[in-house]
């Protein structure tokens, strides 16, 4: 597996979810792929629910987006197990936002405060796995203006 982008994340539990998740990823594909979110939406399902992690099985039908965000005070980890994301992210400081392909069989890390908009710009549904750790316990939205830092919009509170 992309052992190496795993070890970049500080938290051990964290990356051995992801790892034995992944040795799953035909089972999980399939299980991903019965959740039909409607179209343009995702759908998704927690596979592990403790306070320290939590990972999600997540579907994506094509045009699916989140919106800019973060992922509050976790660090999380994602595999794409089929198809293809392109994700729009900022470096902390800079305007300038970064586009990037995350596709099948990739592992990205994501650190304390990465804040990104991801879409299934493809035209399958993509399935991905997301371990986050500590366990989420809210997201950030923002918006976007055109050409300046992206402002605090919502918090969405994950756990109570
Ligand atoms: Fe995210």
Do not use: K
Not at 75 to 83: E, M, T
Request: charged share 25%; hydrophobic share 40%.
């Amino acid at each position: 597996m992309a052992g190496l982008v795993a070890d970049r994340c500080d938290d051990a539990r964290a990356a051995a979810v992801l790892s034995e998740l992944v040795r799953d990823a035909r089972r999980l594909v399939a299980r991903g792929l019965t959740l039909g979110p409607p179209p343009g939406e995702r759908a998704w399902l927690r596979l592990v629910d403790e306070l320290d992690v939590d990972a999600w099985l997540i579907v994506w039908s094509p045009g699916a987006a989140t919106g800019m965000h973060d992922h509050g005070d976790s660090q999380g980890i994602v595999r794409v197990l089929r198809g293809s994301l392109l994700e729009r992210y900022s470096v902390r400081g800079r305007t300038r936002e970064r586009v990037r392909q995350l596709r099948a069989g990739t592992t990205t890390f994501l650190a304390r405060g990465h804040r990104h908009d991801v879409v299934n710009a493809g035209r399958a549904e993509t399935v991905s796995l997301h371990v986050y750790a500590p366990g989420l316990t809210r997201m950030n939205f923002y918006s976007v203006p055109p050409a300046s830092e992206p402002s605090l919009r919502e918090t969405y509170p994950v756990r109570p």
